[in-house]
């Protein structure tokens, strides 16, 4: 059963960071773009930045440029690095194969993000 699990959320103070994780079993993320998710609470769910097949990197939100990195490793993951965080930032997380929401694909379940002093 193909299935993506993120991890990696927490509570964080204003400034910090968090890498989160998008880890793929039952298929191959190497074909696969991967965008990377948020929604917070009473809000839609928005892309924040997606990692095409290639590599190549797109910033859905600009509100994340010099801050949010993607990134994809040998074992199936793809990690989402969050630098200077903040209160803004607070939502829950989710990675899909796609892009734009709303595309059909695989989602994981999501992880929460609170950045709070």
């Known amino acids: 059963q193909p299935q993506l699990v993120e991890s990696g959320g927490g509570l964080v103070r204003p400034g910090g960071s968090l890498r989160l994780s998008c880890e793929a079993s039952?298929?191959?993320?190497?074909?696969?773009?991967v965008g990377w998710f948020r929604q917070a609470p009473g809000k839609e769910r928005e892309g924040v930045l997606c990692?095409?097949?290639?590599?190549?990197?797109y910033y859905a939100d600009s509100s994340v440029e010099g801050r949010f990195t993607i990134s994809r490793d040998t074992k199936n993951t793809v990690y989402l690095q969050m630098n200077s965080l903040k209160p803004e930032d607070t939502a829950t997380y989710y990675c899909?194969?796609?892009?734009?929401?709303?595309?059909?694909?695989?989602w994981g379940q999501g992880t929460q993000v609170t950045v709070s002093s």
């Open positions: 990692s095409s097949s290639g590599g190549r990197t």
């Open positions: 039952g298929f191959s993320l190497d074909y696969y773009a």
């Open positions: 899909a194969t796609v892009c734009t929401v709303g595309l059909e694909g695989y």
